[in-house]
């Protein structure tokens, strides 16, 4: 899949929380060609900060041509974002990486996002033609979860209890017994680790997308890989490159 670096055109941002905001980026050329679970690099207007900032696709209007992030604020670099007004110029680089599996209409899935891997998991919730549940995992705010709801039937777990059931998102899943053919999630380590040892034990296709810091994001630098069951071609070690081997992988392929 080809890859494009362009200056699109801000179409509108807003704040959902208190550090995480919504940004739908005129970018037909990359929304054409992305698929839930790939991400773009968008870069500073800043000359001190030379690297691009990886943030998850959420959601495309293909047809608009059209994609949307959904990002919180990590430091001056995603803040310097969230200050970008309607009709502003961005420069971004897209789609990357490898996103999630297209399935076929007769699999039951579990989609799962905890925290700021939520956004990723709209799309396939878009995309996706088979029975689709969803499980999101908050600390206690909630977004995008009656979006969500126009696609999938929706559970909720929070840590403080105040919505959904108490806990996180396998918590969720137990308690409401839900089951499923396939997992696809994107979440913090932690998430990724329990879900990779849930879906082990009852022998559950999964797929995961980790999160880490990127430097390139094309995979040249080897600076965010992960330790993996096979040896990777580049660099000859038990490692993956999260930014280009990735950042989904089966479960298996991965140590976590």
């Known amino acids: 899949m080809t890859k494009v670096k362009m200056t699109a055109v801000i179409n509108s941002q807003e704040q959902l929380l208190k550090d995480v905001f919504s940004m739908w980026i005129h970018s037909p050329e990359i929304a054409m060609n992305a698929w839930g679970g790939q991400f773009i690099s968008l870069y500073s207007q800043d000359g001190a900060r030379l690297l691009p900032r990886p943030v998850s696709i959420c959601e495309l209007d293909r047809e ?22 309607k009709g502003d110029s961005i420069t971004i680089l897209g789609p ?44 206690d705010q909630l977004f995008l979860e009656k979006e969500f709801a126009r696609y999938a ?12 059931n108490r806990g996180n998102v396998l918590d969720a899943v137990r308690e409401n017994q839900l089951s499923a053919d396939v997992i696809l999630a994107c979440g913090p ?68």
């Not at 608009?64 to 007004?85: H, P």
């Not at 007769?106 to 700021?116: E, F, P, S, T």
């Open 64 to 85: 608009k041509g059209d994609l949307r992030i959904v990002y919180r604020i990590a430091g001056a670099g995603t803040r310097e974002f969230a200050s970008r007004k």
């Open 96 to 139: 990357l990486g490898n996103g999630f599996p297209k399935l076929p209409a007769n699999k039951k899935v579990l989609l799962i996002g905890g925290g700021i891997g939520i956004p990723p998991m709209l799309q396939m919730a878009k995309d996706l033609s088979c029975e689709k549940i969803a499980v999101l995992g908050y600390r």
């Open 153 to 164: 039937k929706v559970y909720v777990a929070t840590e403080d209890g105040s919505a959904g």
């Open 189 to 256: 380590l932690p998430m990724l680790r329990a879900l990779k040892a849930y879906a082990m034990e009852n022998q559950t296709e999964c797929y995961l997308s980790l999160e880490e810091k990127m430097a390139c994001g094309v995979g040249a630098c080897l600076a965010c890989v992960c330790q993996s069951t096979e040896v990777d071609s580049h660099s000859h070690v038990h490692n993956k490159r999260i930014c280009k081997d990735g950042p989904v992988f089966k479960a298996e392929e991965v140590e976590l």
